[in-house]
């Protein structure tokens, strides 16, 4: 059995911050169990442009709101707690934090723990390994 908290998952390699958002990755691949679970925060007043063309990934709002746009069809979702919404065709979006969004997330395949979006918003298939 692995446990591991929140906090102390934050107060390690675990944490990676980017401009827009910050990810605490507490289930990664070298756990061996298909899928990887992310609490991540995204921050007031951003944009992040997001492709996932290697992952598939469910997101669950826990707390603040914001909107997705996916750009394939302009379609704009509203996104607020108890949301779920789930990226099942690779769909590319932008997601808009009008508040301090903390969303529960969850990749397959799982990552490494190292991963932040390239020019093209990807994470890549297999970036460096988090150690267990």
Request: hydrophobic letters at 30%.
């Amino acid at each position: 059995m692995i446990v591991r908290t929140l906090q102390e998952c934050e107060n390690s390699e675990r944490r990676v911050v980017s401009e827009n958002w910050e990810s605490t990755r507490m289930q990664l691949k070298n756990d061996n169990c298909g899928y990887s679970f992310h609490i991540t925060t995204i921050y007031a007043g951003t944009e992040t442009h997001i492709w996932y063309q290697n992952h598939f990934e469910s997101v669950y709002c826990i707390s603040g709101e914001g909107e997705i746009e996916t750009l394939a069809d302009g379609k704009i979702y509203q996104i607020r707690p108890g949301t779920l919404y789930i990226l099942d065709k690779h769909d590319e979006h932008l997601l808009r934090a009008s508040s301090e969004l903390k969303l529960a997330c969850v990749f397959n395949p799982p990552l490494s723990g190292k991963e932040v979006h390239d020019e093209n918003g990807v994470y890549p298939i297999d970036a460096d390994p988090i150690e267990a």
